[in-house]
């Protein structure tokens, strides 16, 4: 309900609010109090962190230094913010999500599964002898997974897991390389902004 409703995406997120709701009433925190804190908690820094949404028409093209740096000096405008009177209902943005800290197959799922809208995600890195089946496996057949760009680099053996994992179940056509991270951002971008913006005003990428 609306005591509950909160920024932050994800089911995972929204059992750990109702944890701590429960437990803030278990301590006979008043209602209000516990709702204010819930409706201005907005995360926390690298899980799935927003950190900057441009307009495809009108916003400046991203660079990597951008979106590494959390405090922008335009705040991002918060998703359940009400469009401004006069705005054209066929725009849409191109949002950057921060999710670094989900350096697990699980983790990376869970963000997938936070959203709904056409997403390209930016992954791999060094392995932590973990299995990708699954993960490949989800990036292949989720519909709203349009592209992962991949950082190819000879240490980054995740990042070959990963591929082989996507090419298993027949996602190879999805699957971008790039060399560095500063790369990653301007094809993750370009990519984008080619999305269907249609039925939602968002194409984020994690």
Known sequence: GELLSTPLRGAHNASNVLAAATLANELKIPPVIIQKAIH??????????????YSVNRGPRPRSGDVAIPSLSKKPR?????????????????????????????????????????LVLIAGGQDKKLNYTKLGQAIASMEHVKQIVLLSH?????????????????????????????????????????????????????
């Not at 201005?40 to 949404?53: D, T, W």
């Open 154 to 206: 000879p240490a980054y053996d995740a990042s070959r897991k990963i591929l082989k994992a996507v090419k298993k179940y027949g996602g190879a056509k999805k699957v971008t390389l790039a060399l560095s991270m500063e790369e990653a951002v301007e094809q993750s971008y370009e990519l984008a902004k080619t999305l269907p913006p249609k039925p939602y005003p968002l194409n984020p990428i994690i």
């Open 78 to 118: 918060d998703r359940h913010a009400p469009a401004k009177a006069g705005a054209r209902d066929d725009t849409f943005r191109v949002a950057f999500y921060n999710d670094t800290a989900a350096t697990t197959p699980d983790a990376c799922l869970a963000a997938l599964n936070s959203f709904q809208e056409p």
């Open 40 to 53: 201005s908690f907005k995360g926390i820094p690298n899980r799935l962190e927003l950190i900057a949404a």
